[in-house]
């Protein structure tokens, strides 16, 4: 069985030997050759080229035996390509070139047109990465979910309160709809042309969807993740992370997502026993264990292997992304554990 057929059969509920394995941010910072990719040249300039977005979406599968590659990209190149460029602070965080205020900004942003031509270099760059695994791994697509990306845009970046954010959504529903109506658009368009040039799954990142008050979540996030879901290929693996938001896995279940991601504060056996047999779970081990030792990092990763042995659809990973002070081997050691778990 290749590591395609392992993942996406995993993501079908059916019954495996052991889970496929790949880490949010498997391409990153911990590894030294992205950071000396880094040095030479910028973050933006490395999304937005097709060739290094090939180069640092592979590092990691030369490392280590996962089952599937992400692209190498960012969730902020919706809004970039709909007019508001970002950048990131040196203090730390993202900054936009603007923060969204008023309807006439609303509607000054592009629309969905727009996407196939600005965002020209992600299909690119899928293309690349499905032609250099074929059929051997699975290949993930992404983007933000439009609450995620809207957070982004009303806070002017990176956010302590997300003060911003919520008031436009208490304050002025329509203005809020209108956006989200937007990136809603943008964002459909852009998963079908991941699709197109070659991905076998989505992940939306619904990073920030914890922020919200509880009873409030479905009308600013999950209604939004419903309609693209709606609007791609019928059963096609659409991951769903959405951080914090462990009170809504009923309901995001049933947002027609064939995989729900967890954070680590979630008891994975007992979210699997709880959801319906054909939504798979992924996750969910404390990214901070990478930091640890090899010892601990295969401890950990075994107590979970155990927990879920006997319920299908199991991707693992870890709870969030792999911070840049994970330790290589650390890494190697979770990958051996979950490879060689029977």
């Not at 209108?178 to 991941?194: G, S, V």
């Amino acid at each position: 069985m290749t590591s395609r057929e392992r993942f996406l059969k995993a993501c079908a509920c059916e019954p495996l030997d052991r889970p496929p394995i790949w880490v949010m941010r498997q391409a990153g910072r911990y590894l030294p050759e992205y950071r000396e990719l880094k040095s030479q040249s910028s973050f933006l300039h490395m999304v937005k080229t097709p060739e290094l977005a090939l180069e640092v979406t592979l590092q990691p599968l030369r490392r280590f035996d996962l089952d599937a590659a992400i692209l190498f990209s960012d969730i902020l190149t919706i809004p970039e390509a709909l007019g508001q460029p970002y950048h990131f602070r040196d203090q730390g965080g993202i900054g936009m070139e603007f923060a969204i205020e008023t309807r006439d900004q609303v509607d000054a942003l592009a629309d969905a047109e727009v996407i196939p031509d600005k965002l020209a270099y992600v299909p690119d760059a899928l293309r690349l990465i499905r032609a250099e695994l074929g059929d051997s791994k699975a290949v993930l697509g992404f983007g933000g979910s439009p609450w995620t990306l809207a957070t982004y845009m009303v806070e002017g970046g990176s956010s302590a309160d997300f003060e911003r954010i919520k008031l436009l959504f208490y304050q002025n529903r329509v203005m809020f709809d209108a956006l989200l109506e937007k990136l809603t658009a943008a964002l459909i368009t852009y998963f079908r042309l991941q699709i197109e040039a070659g991905a076998d799954a989505i992940q939306i990142f619904d990073s920030w969807g914890g922020i919200i008050a509880g009873p409030d979540y479905s009308a600013a996030s999950l209604r939004w993740i419903k309609q693209i879901v709606a609007a791609l290929p019928a059963d096609f693996p659409i991951i769903l992370y959405a951080k914090g938001t462990a009170p809504h896995l009923t309901d995001q279940a049933f947002s027609g997502v064939r995989v729900i991601s967890v954070d680590w504060t979630n008891d994975l056996p007992i979210t699997r026993q709880n959801l319906p047999a054909n939504v798979a779970v992924q996750g969910n081990l404390d990214p901070v264990l990478m930091q640890t030792s090899p010892e601990i990092v295969s401890t950990e990763a075994k107590r979970l292997l155990e927990s879920m042995r006997g319920l299908p659809g199991h991707v693992f990973n870890l709870g969030h992304g792999i911070t840049p002070q994970a330790k290589i081997a650390c890494m190697e050691a979770l990958v051996e554990t979950v490879t060689n778990w029977r």
